[in-house]
């Protein structure tokens, strides 16, 4: 991009909630690829029905303003905002435009390595629409998304590059699986994103010809659609080709923003309070009583404590049952424990997914199994092959399993220079590999001595036996 030009960039991002039910009806709040089978006339709009207001929605709505540092809305209320859609049956979508339930919150962003502050203007609650599915010449509605309870969050126009916007996306994400308020799974939905872009030069103050690109559905396709449109909006201003407001979308085959419809003034959504839904005063109290999770910033701030990598930390934040399950591991190393964790056991469920449950519910036994491994009673290479035992097993005790199978280490029985002087004896061209490619040398002979001790071998006595033989050999 023409480094005398400045992006300007405002983002609103949708986010379902996991409720159980919907916003305003009794019908399930679940995913599934077969259309229309959760819904209730409610959904539907028929004539007559009522909503009732979903209290773990407004709970939820609280616990993303208190996670964002935001202003709450003690009163809750709901107003109509009426537009026609095919995918809208009552003619009106139920949100929050007069008393959003959170005002003035700021999220920490990080961009290339630095943590940065994003304002954010406020966040709504409001009921999702129907899906569109787009065929031929028809288009069919899925129900099951309407009424699904929607957040929106609308950040201040304040980001100013493709990478700001992704990691604001990214931060907002987080939060949401670090609260449980939302799967937050774009492939699926359950959070969308369009973005509102202008350039201006830099050192102004002007705000020009503002475009919005919808439905953005993956963070590299935010960050293509971002960096093509400031391009196009540069080089019309460069030229002086005139461009009007409008909405687009991102084509990711051609990697090209396509135009929708215009926007070319704002549209009147006659906004009204609901009559239907009586407002709701909220007490401090109970807004006090709603606790909120340790935020990603706080997490990853902890981790770096405990000495954590930043790959491993990334993976915990992306990922809360690992990071929680982490935490309630009772060891005596942190570090340690988390290297064992994801060398050994993630290892071990990324090849086993049918074991995730099963392990991840086991804190108190998995602890015992890595606490053998960090006092060097048990070999690491063997922590798979108890994991694997454990599937025989209702109930699994840790310490009995390592005992059936006879993998407990007895140091002082087992004599590592006689088990190395008989492989040499097996291996007659092993001597020249010390002197050719230590390396390889080392490694071969280390994997024999574990297989003929069942793994029983103090590695860190191996290691320096292998050094002193190395340092003889030389």
């Given at each position: ?102 005002k003035n919150g700021i999220i920490k962003a990080k961009v290339d390595d630095i943590w940065k502050d994003i304002s954010i203007e406020r966040i709504h609650l409001e009921e999702d629409t129907a899906k569109s599915l787009h065929q031929d010449k028809y288009t069919l509605l899925n129900y099951n998304r309407s009424g699904v309870p929607l957040i929106e969050i609308v950040s ?18 987080q939060m949401a699986l670090a609260l449980n308020i939302s799967d937050a799974k774009m492939n699926e939905g359950s959070l969308r994103v369009d973005v509102n872009i202008s350039v201006r030069k830099k050192n102004s103050d002007d705000l020009n010809t503002r475009v919005e690109i919808k439905n953005l559905n993956s963070i590299s396709n935010i960050e293509k659609a971002i ?248």
């Open positions: 991009m023409n480094s005398s030009w400045e992006l300007v960039i405002g983002i609103e991002i949708h986010i379902e909630l996991n409720t159980k039910t919907k916003m305003f009806s009794s019908q399930p709040n679940l995913y599934s690829d077969i259309p229309n089978i959760y819904v209730s006339p409610i959904d539907l709009a028929y004539p007559g029905t009522l909503p009732s207001l979903n209290k773990e929605a407004i709970i939820k709505g609280i616990k993303l303003a208190k996670g964002l540092k935001m202003k709450i809305d003690n009163l809750v209320r709901f107003d109509r905002k009426n537009y026609f859609y095919p995918d809208l049956t009552k003619g009106y979508q139920i949100t929050q435009q007069f008393n959003p339930i959170g201040n126009p304040v980001m100013h590059s493709a990478k700001e916007a992704t990691a604001y996306v990214e931060a907002i994400r960096e093509y449109e400031a391009n196009y909006q540069i080089n019309c201003y460069e030229n002086n080709i005139s461009f009007e407001q409008c909405t687009k979308r991102y084509d990711e085959n051609k990697n090209i923003t396509v135009i929708m419809r215009s926007k070319s003034s704002a549209i009147d959504y006659k906004y009204f309070p609901d009559p239907n839904i009586p407002y709701i005063r909220l007490s401090n109290e109970l807004i006090d009583s709603i606790k909120i999770e340790e935020l990603p910033y706080e997490k990853e701030q902890r981790y770096l404590k405990n000495g954590l990598n930043n790959v491993q930390i990334s993976q915990l934040i992306n990922n809360t049952s690992y990071a929680n399950f982490l935490d309630s591991l009772n060891t005596n190393d942190f570090k340690k424990t988390t290297n064992i964790f994801f060398s050994e056991i993630v290892s071990y469920i990324n090849q086993n997914p049918t074991q995730n449950d099963l392990i991840l519910s086991n804190s108190k036994e998995i602890s015992k199994l890595i606490q053998f491994a960090i006092d060097e009673k048990i070999s690491k290479n063997n922590i798979k092959l108890i994991l694997e035992e454990i599937k025989n097993y209702n109930d699994f005790d840790i310490e009995s399993i390592i005992k059936n199978n006879n993998l407990f280490i007895e140091k002082k029985a087992i004599d590592l220079h006689a088990i190395i002087k008989e492989i040499f004896k097996e291996n007659l061209s092993l001597e020249a590999e010390f002197k050719n490619n230590f390396n390889r040398a080392s490694k071969f002979l280390s994997g024999q001595v574990m297989k003929k001790t069942s793994g029983k071998a103090d590695i860190i006595e191996l290691n320096k036996l292998i050094k002193a033989l190395n340092e003889e050999k030389k």
